[in-house]
């Protein structure tokens, strides 16, 4: 099965508008595990950033051109669904693709039949994750 979508965008910056691919689709564990490791904690070992169940996850990632940007891990259980471990490259951040990705698969697992979607969300990233209604998130 692909979770997969491609976009084509322009994004505006400063006086020119550059044409820019994004694609949304699977990817490996180890290409999130990678991702995790670099972004969110890049001065603890790989086996920190490897979670119990990532085994049992769907793992997206979304691309700008051929380079992966932004990752989460999604897990769905019976009706209800929980994303972990997201993260986006710091030098992609602020421009929406982590917000793309982050509404691409709350509408990903209500397709799977979720009817909430949560997470555990550190205080400091609450407010971006207000944008998102409905979703539930616990302070940490």
């Known amino acids: 099965e692909t979770a997969g979508v491609s976009v084509r965008s322009y994004e505006n910056r400063g006086w020119q508008q550059e044409d820019i691919m994004k694609r949304i ?41 051929d380079s992966l940007v932004s990752v989460i891990s999604l897990f769905i259980d019976g009706d209800e669904a929980q994303f972990r471990k997201f993260c986006t490259q710091t030098h992609f ?15 990903y697992a209500k397709g799977r039949g979720a009817k909430a979607i949560f997470c555990n969300a550190r205080v400091t990233k609450c407010s971006f994750y ?5 979703l539930s998130y616990i302070h940490h």
């Open 25 to 65: 689709s699977r990817i490996s564990l180890d290409e999130v595990w990678k991702m995790r490791h670099e972004v969110m904690w890049p001065d603890q070992s790989i086996e920190y950033i490897q979670l119990p169940n990532d085994d049992q996850g769907i793992h997206l990632g979304l691309f700008v051109e």
């Open 93 to 107: 951040q602020n421009r929406g693709y982590g917000s793309e990705l982050l509404q691409y698969t709350m509408d």
């Open 130 to 134: 207000a944008k998102f209604r409905p």
